[in-house]
Nanobody, 126 residues
Framework: QVQLVESGGGLVQAGGSLRLSCAASGSTFSMYAMGWFRQAPGKEREFVAAVDWIGSSTYYTDSVKDRFTISRDNAKNTVYLRMTSLKPEDTAVYYC???????????????????WGQGTQVTVSS
């Protein structure tokens, strides 16, 4: 069983920065790509970023490109999301998730991930 625990959310002013962390249990963390999603009130969960199992390949949704950076430290079983130049529209609950299968691919749908954290709230004030 894999457990994912996010941390690092909070309240920040527009233009500010936050770094989210997602700590994973288990010995298979380094075998799987990881992703970050977010869900704002009344909206569907949306893809934010993903990183391959090594940390060498990444991709992002257009709205966060050049502002957010996903990374991972396999020695610490942790994936990060560094968020800069935050905007009020970035306000959401942020979730980390593990890809459903090994290998690298373009996975932007929630059903392509099988384990999820409980989420961490990010609120950006204007």
């Amino acid at each position: 069983q894999v457990q994912l625990v996010e941390s690092g959310g909070g309240l920040v002013q527009a233009g500010g920065s936050l770094r989210l962390s997602c700590a994973a249990s288990g010995s298979t963390f380094s075998m799987y790509a990881m992703g970050w999603f977010r869900q704002a009130p009344g909206k569907e969960r949306e893809f934010v970023a993903a990183v391959d199992w090594i940390g060498s390949s990444t991709y992002y949704t257009d709205s966060v490109k050049d502002r957010f950076t996903i990374s991972r430290d396999n020695a610490k079983n942790t994936v990060y999301l560094r968020m800069t130049s935050l905007k009020p529209e970035d306000t959401a609950v942020y979730y980390c998730a593990r890809a459903q299968t090994t290998g690298w691919g373009y996975r932007v749908q929630p059903h392509e991930y099988d384990y999820w954290g409980q989420g961490t709230q990010v609120t950006v004030s204007s």
